[in-house]
């Protein structure tokens, strides 16, 4: 099949890569010029597993091939995804300029039956909308094909997905969107359109209100002195509830899941519906980073003068997106109280220091940045934090070497061994 990707973000590059490693002859189209010459020379411009290779394996074979605008005339049989981004406006609707954009050239250009698959996060009613506004009386059938990729584990989720979701307003149509994945092993589920669009808001409303849940209960447990990693452990074998997203801390943060919360509520407010739970998970949200520096504040005695090493400002380890991450708030919230603050990340720096106070010290490494330090506090669980040489940490730091573990990802017992003062987020002292 002849197919044209718009958008080569985490999800347009990884869909363009991988439907031509399936042997379809994909079309990429990204407007950066920047981002489309690194493309062009096998070069991508995120980080994503596995992704080189398949970009390079794709140019190679002359099955992928990236240009700045739409291929000028679209070739008959040719199937069109849409996948440029979302993001929230100030009001938290989704943005969706880029979307009418894409939707107003295509109407114009496109003279013969074609399939365009909407891959973008839209809110529900937005595709049944987009069809009245601009493809009603045209030969496109709009199809809704949410994805459900993770950063950093896009490739591996693409090919082994939890589900492959179709929404289309005619089942010819969505079982030629179903052959596009013929090489995938997944349950497929075939609804209409809005439905589809449903499914992707609800599973991510459904994981942010687990990880609110959870960061929840661990708070309860440090009133309690429960111990939350048992706790967790407790529930999630019961398999109605399950293991996973039950890992208390800073909470969550990222491209995704904040901005499709927000974008949730506001679309069910518009509509009449007040999504109360969904409003209290994101409040959740915003406290549990309050809440830890509150914490450092009151364990240090205030924060003024104080030296603290933040380890970690990526949103997740083995990514350097910065976006949303709990790790921005936190430096602010510490800078304002007058801390001394030196921050490190592995990959993640050079994303943060435009958004960072410019006293800020950004540091070479796990080691430099806690030189000194009165207090670590660990935003990203990156393994090589987790692995570190913490006898040597505790050895250059000051009093009262106080560890606050933001994940719940360090090895509580021994760094208590080691005579650091530990607390983690609802973990037993
Ligand atoms: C998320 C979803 O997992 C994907 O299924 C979805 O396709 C994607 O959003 C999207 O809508 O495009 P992603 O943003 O890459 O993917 O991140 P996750 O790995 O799911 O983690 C999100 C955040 O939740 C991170 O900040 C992580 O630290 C936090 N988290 C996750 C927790 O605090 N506790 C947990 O137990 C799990």
Redesign the pocket.
């Known amino acids: 099949m002849n197919i044209v990707v718009i958008g080569a973000g985490y999800?347009g590059l990884t869909a363009a890569c991988c439907l031509a490693n399936a042997g379809h002859r994909v079309t990429c189209i990204e407007n950066n010029e920047s981002k489309l010459k690194l493309l062009n020379q096998g070069i991508s411009p995120i980080q994503e597993k596995g992704i080189d290779q398949l970009l390079k394996q794709g140019l190679a074979s002359g099955k992928l091939s990236f240009v700045s605008s739409l291929p000028k005339p679209i070739e008959t049989d040719t199937v069109i995804m849409i996948t440029v981004g979302t993001p929230s406006l100030p009001s938290g609707a989704a943005d969706l300029s880029s979307i009418y954009q894409v939707a107003a050239e295509l109407k114009n250009a496109i003279q013969y039956p074609l399939i365009l698959i909407m891959k973008s996060?839209v809110p529900p009613g937005t595709g049944v909308k987009l069809v009245q506004r601009y493809f009603e009386n045209t030969p496109i059938s709009y199809v809704a094909n949410p994805?459900?990729?993770?950063?950093?584990?896009a490739i591996e989720?693409w090919y082994h997905p939890s589900r492959i979701v179709i929404g289309a307003a005619d089942n010819k149509i969505a079982e030629k969107v179903r052959q596009l994945y013929s090489d995938i092993d997944a349950p497929v589920i075939i609804t209409d359109i809005t439905s589809a669009e449903t499914i992707?808001y609800a599973?991510?409303a459904f994981?942010v209100t687990?990880?609110s849940f959870?960061n929840e209960i661990a708070n309860l447990c440090e009133t309690m002195s429960a111990n939350i990693d048992d706790v967790a452990k407790g529930i999630g074998l019961d398999t109605r509830i399950g293991p996973?997203?039950?890992?208390?801390?800073?909470?969550?943060?990222?491209?995704?899941?904040p901005k499709?919360a927000r974008a949730l509520d506001f679309a069910a407010l518009n509509k009449g519906y007040d999504l109360r739970l969904l409003k209290v998970t994101i409040e959740v949200n915003t406290k549990q980073r309050i809440l830890a520096v509150h914490k450092l504040k009151q364990l240090l005695g205030g924060l003024a003068g104080k030296e603290i090493a933040l380890l970690g400002l990526a949103?997740?380890p083995d990514t350097d997106d910065i976006r949303e991450?709990p790790s921005i708030d936190i430096a602010y919230l510490l800078y304002e109280e007058g801390a001394k603050l030196r921050v490190y990340d592995p990959t993640a720096m050079q994303n943060a220091r435009p958004l960072l106070p410019s006293e800020v010290t950004f540091a070479t490494d796990i080691y430099s940045a806690t030189v000194g330090a009165n207090a670590i506090i660990l935003v990203t669980e990156w393994q090589e934090f987790i692995h570190a040489d913490w006898q040597t940490i505790k050895k250059q730091m000051n009093q009262p070497y106080l560890i606050l573990d933001g994940?719940n990802a360090l090895a509580q017992d021994k760094l208590m061994a080691l005579g650091f003062k530990y607390v983690g987020v609802g973990r037993r002292l």
């Open positions: 999800v996060t994805e459900f990729l993770r950063e950093e584990r989720d992707k599973a991510n994981l687990k990880i959870i996973d997203f039950l890992r208390a801390g800073l909470g969550y943060g990222g491209s995704c899941f499709d949103f997740k991450s994940r």
